[in-house]
């Protein structure tokens, strides 16, 4: 393949634009605050799923003290009920009598038992209700921190678009100088090594690094000006210049 040298040179500022797109794709990749965002909105769904879950145990123990409380009621009023039968001297049979006292202290005892069992379930029901408030209280700091965290990566994502937009440019009024034959290759080489032009300086390919040989030299020295030669070793294409050492 035969290329005008400006238009190989030209390969070389091709390649650096190249380059600076490739590594503002990694680091659109590779923002923390993707990582930051990813642990965040797996920490909102885990905060999410752990307030249904002290809500649904917060109300069945409202219902659970509803309920104990409606037991408490039930026995009061009987003992109420009985108490004033007793007070009222109606029960005169010393049998009955009896009965009706045994009942009474049977259901003061019932009736102080339900009303443990209604202090204990308060006590859990304030405590369940401490915890979905604690919980809602992390989502609201960890949605906060989830939207600053996605206004810094858009305000990022911005900034690498911008100057991605402006290489780019730049890009396409190269190509537009350098022929298709040889933008092919170019692209070619590209894609089978991150690197489609290198440099010869030296002696050197400064895409793989690799110095090249004393046949390889005498070679490249004996080929014309405009024929596109390409490393041995990376089989990029290599650019003649005043610094080649040839």
Same mark, same amino acid.
Request: aromatic letters at 2%.
């Given at each position: 393949m035969k290329a005008a040298p400006e238009a190989q040179k030209r390969l070389l500022d091709l390649a650096e634009l190249d380059t600076g797109l490739d590594r503002l794709r990694h680091r659109r990749r590779s923002l923390p605050e993707l990582a930051e965002i990813d642990e965040l909105s797996k920490r909102l769904a885990q905060v999410s799923?752990?307030?249904?879950?002290?809500?649904?145990?917060? +109300?069945?123990? #409202?219902?659970?003290? &509803?309920?104990?409380?409606?037991?408490?009621?039930?026995?009061?009023?009987?003992?109420?009920?009985?108490?004033?039968?007793?007070d009222s001297g109606q029960v005169s049979?010393?049998?009955?009598?009896?009965?009706?006292?045994?009942?009474?202290?049977?259901?003061?005892?019932?009736?102080?038992?339900?009303?443990?069992? /209604?202090?204990?379930?308060?006590?859990?029901?304030?405590?369940?209700? &401490?915890?979905?408030?604690?919980?809602?209280?992390?989502?609201?700091? /960890?949605? +906060?921190?989830?939207?600053?965290?996605?206004?810094?990566?858009?305000?990022?994502? #911005?900034?690498?678009?911008?100057? #991605?937009?402006?290489?780019?440019?730049?890009?396409? #009024?190269?190509?537009?100088? /350098?022929?298709?034959?040889?933008? +092919?290759?170019?692209?070619?080489?590209?894609?089978?090594?991150?690197? +489609?032009?290198?440099?010869?300086h030296g002696g050197r390919c400064l895409g793989c690094r690799t110095s090249l040989s004393i046949a390889d030299l005498n070679r490249i020295r004996a080929a014309a000006h405009d024929e596109v030669v390409r490393c041995e070793e990376c089989r990029r294409i290599l650019v003649r210049t005043a610094e080649s050492g040839l």
């Open positions: 799923t752990q307030i249904i879950a002290a809500e649904t145990e917060a +109300g069945d123990l #409202a219902r659970d003290q &509803a309920k104990a409380e409606s037991d408490v009621d039930a026995v009061r009023v009987r003992v109420e009920r009985d108490q004033k039968r007793l049979s010393p049998k009955d009598l009896a009965s009706l006292q045994s009942e009474i202290v049977s259901l003061r005892r019932r009736q102080s038992d339900l009303e443990e069992v /209604v202090l204990e379930i308060m006590e859990r029901r304030e405590a369940a209700d &401490a915890r979905v408030a604690t919980l809602k209280s992390e989502r609201e700091e /960890v949605t +906060g921190s989830l939207h600053a965290a996605e206004d810094r990566r858009d305000a990022a994502f #911005a900034e690498i678009d911008k100057a #991605a937009g402006e290489l780019t440019s730049g890009r396409s #009024a190269i190509t537009a100088d /350098v022929p298709a034959d040889l933008l +092919g290759l170019y692209e070619k080489m590209r894609e089978q090594t991150g690197v +489609g032009a290198a440099m010869l």
